[in-house]
């Protein structure tokens, strides 16, 4: 089992900054693949980005150029820097860990309960 707990959601106005971090705990996390998603309000979960545990990164279309993901297995902690935002960011956003080279939920085995984003315009 893998534990993971995300942090770092809050309200900010449309054109700033928020870092997200998830911090895992249970075992060992260099093997997984951990990538982060989103709810947008009355929406279904979508894939944001996911970084593999061969290092290779992924993006979503609508947030490329603007999110950054990261890694720190000696931490067990995945990061989401989320720059330029905009009111259409506003969702839930949750993070996962699997082991299929995935973009989609069902690729993913375990799951943090999530933190607010809310962009204002």
């Known amino acids: 089992q893998v534990q993971l707990v995300e942090s770092g959601g809050g309200l900010v106005q449309a054109g700033g900054s928020l870092r997200l971090s998830c911090a895992a705990s249970g075992r060992a996390f260099s093997p997984y693949d951990l990538a982060w998603f989103r709810q947008p309000p009355g929406k279904e979960r979508e894939f944001v980005a996911a970084?593999?545990?061969?290092?290779?990164?992924y993006y979503a279309d609508s947030v490329k150029g603007r999110f950054t993901i990261s890694r720190d297995n000696t931490k067990n902690m995945v990061y989401l820097q989320m720059n330029s935002l905009k009111p259409e960011d506003t969702a839930v956003y949750y993070c996962a860990a699997g082991s299929r080279y995935a973009k989609y939920v069902a690729g993913y085995d375990y799951w943090g309960q999530g933190t607010q984003v809310t962009v204002s315009s």
């Open positions: 970084i593999y545990r061969s290092g290779n990164t």
